[in-house]
Nanobody, 126 residues
Framework: QVQLVESGGGLVQAGGSLRLSCAPSGPTFSSYAMGWFRQAPGKEREFVAGISWNGGNTVYADSVKGRFTISRGNAKNTVYLQMNSLKPEDTAVYYC???????????????????WGQGTQVTVSS
């Protein structure tokens, strides 16, 4: 029943910024913990950032610390990923994921998440 829709991807030059959004569609739960993953060409899907159900706890991959920020909005439990100082190695399909429980500790493994969006392409040129 739960669907996640990502938006905000695009093509930018290195050093630029993008803001991704993840909006639940259909039945939603404000208690969902959320996360962002990405998959670059030829690589496995990797954890990028996660946020607890109440927004009080966030975790970031080492590769994006200091550049990316995950946050929660109030409208329909929307989650954002602000990406600054983008690098070519950030090029990937970015996926939003949700855990169907009010977890207070952020999970970094894919199998901890119950729902996934279809992804949005982010391309960073040199």
């Amino acid at each position: 029943q739960v669907q996640l829709v990502e938006s905000g991807g695009g093509l930018v030059q290195a050093g630029g910024s993008l803001r991704l959004s993840c909006a639940p569609s259909g039945p939603t739960f404000s208690s969902y913990a959320m996360g962002w993953f990405r998959q670059a060409p030829g690589k496995e899907r990797e954890f990028v950032a996660g946020i607890s159900w109440n927004g009080g706890n966030t975790v970031y991959a080492d590769s994006v610390k200091g550049r990316f920020t995950i946050s929660r909005g109030n409208a329909k439990n929307t989650v954002y990923l602000q990406m600054n100082s983008l690098k070519p190695e950030d090029t990937a399909v970015y996926y939003c994921a949700a855990r169907a429980a009010p977890y207070r500790v952020v999970a970094t493994l894919q199998n901890a998440y119950d729902y996934w969006g279809q992804g949005t392409q982010v391309t960073v040129s040199s």
